[in-house]
Every structure is written in C-alpha cells, then in structure tokens.
C-alpha cells in the first residue's frame, strides 16, 4: 500500500509560481512507481497535467501546460515536485498526486494509476 500527500497548494496572482510536493508513504518506496499529476476543477474532469517514469528518463506533458509546468522526483526522499510558473486563472483546480508500479503506456488516463492522494488546491487570480 502507498500513501500519497500533495502539499504546496494556495491561491497565487495570475502569472505567479507554485511548487506542489507529493510525499510517499507506506510499506513499498516509490522508486519503482510511474509517478503522475492530475487536476480537476470545478464542474470538470478530471485531467492529466504530467508523468514520470520511475527512473525520470521518460517525462510526458499535457499540451495546456508544457513549457509552464516541470515535473520531478528524489526517488532517495520519496517525493515528487510539480513546478508551476506561469499560472493561469485556467490552472485553477484541485491537484492530485497518483502512483502506479511499473510503466503504463497509457500514463495519461487516471484508470492506470492505483494510487491518489488527498489533492491539494491551486487558485489562479486574475
């Protein structure tokens, strides 16, 4: 079992920087975990912002965020990173931290990951 817990969440100004942190818990390190960010805002889906593969060699981004967002990891600290520049008032959502063993092809699809976290809140202000 892995527990997951987003941190770094808050409301910033638009064009603003927030960097949300995803730590590992539980019985199996994450090392060997795809890891992935998702959001959800209000009244949509839920949708796939970034991935990562267990060794960083592979990194997949949503269109909506490239060249904005970075994601990373520190398997040694059991913590992935979503950095955020840029921010938009569309980037607006609750962001949540998913895990899977292994590699999906699939890593864009929230059914591949078996884990989540509790989601923490980004607010874009215009």
């Known amino acids: 079992q892995v527990q997951l817990i987003e941190s770094g969440g808050g409301l910033v100004q638009a064009g603003g920087s927030l960097r949300l942190s995803c730590a590992a818990s539980?019985?199996?390190?994450?090392?060997?975990?795809?890891m992935g960010w998702f959001r959800q805002g209000t009244g949509k889906e839920r949708e796939f912002i970034a991935a990562i593969s267990w060794t960083g060699g592979s990194i997949y981004y949503a269109d909506s965020v490239k060249g904005r967002f970075t994601i990373s990891r520190v398997n040694a600290k059991n913590t992935v990173y979503l950095q955020m520049n840029n921010l938009k008032p569309e980037d607006t959502a609750v962001y949540y931290c998913?895990?899977?063993?292994?590699?999906?092809?699939?890593?864009?699809?929230?059914?591949?990951?078996?884990?989540w976290g509790q989601g923490t809140q980004v607010t874009v202000s215009s």
């Open positions: 998913a895990a899977v063993s292994g590699w999906s092809t699939n890593y864009y699809k929230s059914d591949q990951f078996a884990y």
């Open positions: 539980g019985r199996t390190f994450i090392s060997s975990y795809t």
